[in-house]
């Protein structure tokens, strides 16, 4: 079954930084784009994040460069983003995820996503 489950999201303050992890499970996350996504109270889900399957290209969104990183562990089957030097306006769910049209999921598969609240 395939499932992706975040963790490492929590409460920081302005400035503060998180490793949040997306553990995957019923599919190797290297042979496939991983994205991070986030989605603030009463707001779109928006990409923060992906990384490429071969190569591991990065890209990222404006707002997020230079102060977030996404990475992967193979061994691990696990895919990262380290965001730091937060703000209030990054409070959201953050959501780990991928195309899933190949694993049965046409529009995506998500996980549950983690909570980080940036507040003093």
């Known amino acids: 079954q395939v499932q992706l489950v975040e963790s490492g999201g929590g409460l920081v303050q302005p400035g503060g930084s998180l490793r949040l992890s997306c553990a995957a499970s019923?599919?190797?996350?290297?042979?496939?784009?991983m994205t991070w996504y986030r989605q603030a109270p009463g707001k779109e889900r928006e990409l923060v994040a992906t990384i490429t399957s071969r190569l591991g290209t990065t890209n990222y969104a404006d707002s997020v460069k230079g102060r977030f990183t996404i990475s992967r562990d193979n061994a691990k089957n696990t895919v990262y983003l380290q965001v730091n030097s937060l703000n209030p306006g990054e409070t959201a769910v953050y959501y780990c995820?991928?195309?899933?049209?190949?694993?049965?999921?046409?529009?995506?598969?998500w996980g549950q996503g983690t909570q980080v609240t940036v507040s003093s």
């Open positions: 995820s991928t195309r899933g049209s190949s694993l049965g999921y046409p529009n995506g598969y």
């Open positions: 019923g599919f190797t996350v290297s042979r496939y784009v």
